[in-house]
């Protein structure tokens, strides 16, 4: 059974650094990878959808790595900001055609001004 | 263009109750799934349905099921209501036939539906 895990459970940075989020997976052979994040008491907000054939995706201030033999994807964010403060997910797909997402606990993110 | 609702956003049930959740999806998808979220556990797939057929099932008891309209709206229901029933149900659509094409597997969530169960 696919299992992910996310490290750190919660970080606090100030306004302006960069960051890391980091994310592993157990079984290699998945189809894709995609971050979410999710305030408090909402639903989830998709942030980027990396295929298994890909190695990074862009998206703004935000860069999603994925090394799908290591069974690794991190998310960098740039220059951070208050209101990326927010609960980061990442979840695995793992077969093709299927759409069942296995999560990982979240990184609690809180960027201080 | 609308995202993916859901309703109600609050529930408040008594245990042995029975509840009907609702998830209409983004306009064009055809895949809805239903996930759990709990502090304890976390985020769990419950199903999924694509052109009214499930296609994927978790690892829930037959007292959760759901089911998909023609118009590609979803249901899902729980019977026999439990105190560890109470959680944050979310569904999400996406275009849905997989295949290599990114955009079709992307996954966008409702705001979910709040049920607590007394």
């Known amino acids: 059974k696919q299992e992910v895990t996310q490290i750190p459970a919660a970080l606090s940075v100030p306004e302006g650094e960069n960051l890391v989020l980091n994310c592993s997976f157990t079984?290699?052979?998945?189809?894709?990878l995609q971050w979410f994040r999710q305030d408090p008491g909402k639903g989830l907000t998709s942030l980027l959808l990396i295929q298994s054939s890909q190695r990074e995706q862009t998206s703004g201030r935000l860069n999603a790595s994925l090394d799908k033999s290591s069974g690794r994807s991190t998310l960098y964010i740039a220059a951070s900001q208050p209101g990326d403060s927010a609960t980061y997910l990442c979840?695995?797909?793992?077969?093709?055609?299927?759409?069942?997402?296995?999560f990982g606990t979240g990184t609690r993110l809180t960027v201080i001004p | 263009k609308a995202g993916v609702t859901q309703t109600p956003r609050y529930l408040i049930k008594t245990r042995g109750q029975q509840v009907t959740l609702s998830c209409s999806p983004i306009s064009g998808h055809r895949s809805v799934s239903w996930y759990q979220q709990t502090p304890g556990q976390g985020l769990q797939f419950l199903f999924e349905y694509f052109s009214e057929t499930q296609r994927n099932k978790g690892n829930f008891p037959g007292r959760f099921s759901g089911r998909q309209f023609s118009n590609s709206r979803s249901e899902m229901n729980v019977s026999t209501l439990e105190l560890g029933d109470s959680a944050l149900y979310l569904c999400a659509s996406s275009l849905g036939a997989g295949g290599h094409n990114m955009i079709y597997n992307e996954q966008f969530f409702g705001p979910g539906t709040r049920l607590t169960v007394l």
């Open positions: 979840a695995v797909s793992c077969k093709t055609g299927a759409n069942n997402l296995f």
């Open positions: 079984d290699s052979a998945i189809y894709n």
